[in-house]
Nanobody
């Protein structure tokens, strides 16, 4: 069984930055792709970023490309999401997820384990 615990959320002004962390336990971490998703009130959960098991490959949707950076430290079993130039539209609960199958996952059903989420609120 895998446990994922997010941290680092909070309240920030528009234009500011936050770094989210997701600590994994219960399974070998380095071999698996990880992803970040977010869910705003009244909206579906959406893909934000993904990173391969080695960290050599990343992928972002256009909505966050150039502002968000996903990274990982396999020695610490932790994945990060650095968020810069935050906008009020980035306000959401952010979730990390782990994918068992090979390759990056870009959609919710392709991930197998989820964290409990951390709230990010961006004020205008």
């Amino acid at each position: 069984q895998v446990q994922l615990v997010e941290s680092g959320g909070g309240l920030v002004q528009a234009g500011g930055s936050l770094r989210l962390s997701c600590a994994a336990s219960g399974r070998t971490f380095s071999g698996y792709a990880m992803g970040w998703f977010r869910q705003a009130p009244g909206k579906e959960r959406e893909f934000v970023a993904a990173i391969s098991g080695s960290g050599s490959t990343t992928y972002y949707p256009d909505s966050v490309k150039g502002r968000f950076t996903i990274s990982r430290d396999n020695a610490k079993d932790t994945v990060y999401l650095q968020m810069n130039s935050l906008e009020p539209e980035d306000t959401a609960v952010y979730y990390c997820a782990l994918r068992i199958n090979y390759g990056l996952g870009l959609t919710l059903p392709t991930y197998d384990y989820w964290g409990q989420g951390t709230q990010v609120t961006v004020s205008s």
